[in-house]
Nanobody
Framework: QVQLVESGGGLVQAGGSLRLSCAAS????????MGWFRQSPGKERDFVAA????????YYADSVKGRFTISRDNAKNTVYLQMDSLKPEDTAVYYC???????????????WGQGTQVTVSS
């Protein structure tokens, strides 16, 4: 069993920044892709960003390109989501996910964090 522990969520004004962290622990897994998803009230869970083990391959939702940056520190078993120029529409519960063969498909990820609230005020 893999545990994902998230931190860094909170309340920020539009135009501000937050950095989310997700630390993985427990049993090792063979599928190296890790990602971030988000869900707003009344909406489906949406893909945000994903990254390969070495960081050479990254993918972003169109809505966050140029504003969000995903990275990872394998020595710390941690993936990060740097969120800049935040907008009110970024408000959502953000979920860290791990162990997937596909970058953008939520159902392909085997492990999920508990979610952390990000609220962006106008």
């Amino acid at each position: 069993q893999v545990q994902l522990v998230e931190s860094g969520g909170g309340l920020v004004q539009a135009g501000g920044s937050l950095r989310l962290s997700c630390a993985a622990s427990g049993r090792t897994f063979s599928r190296s892709i890790m990602g971030w998803f988000r869900q707003s009230p009344g909406k489906e869970r949406d893909f945000v960003a994903a990254i390969s083990w070495g960081g050479a391959s990254t993918y972003y939702a169109d809505s966050v390109k140029g504003r969000f940056t995903i990275s990872r520190d394998n020595a710390k078993n941690t993936v990060y989501l740097q969120m800049d120029s935040l907008k009110p529409e970024d408000t959502a519960v953000y979920y860290c996910a791990a162990d997937s063969m596909f970058y953008m498909t939520a159902n392909s990820y085997n492990y999920w964090g508990q979610g952390t609230q990000v609220t962006v005020s106008s």
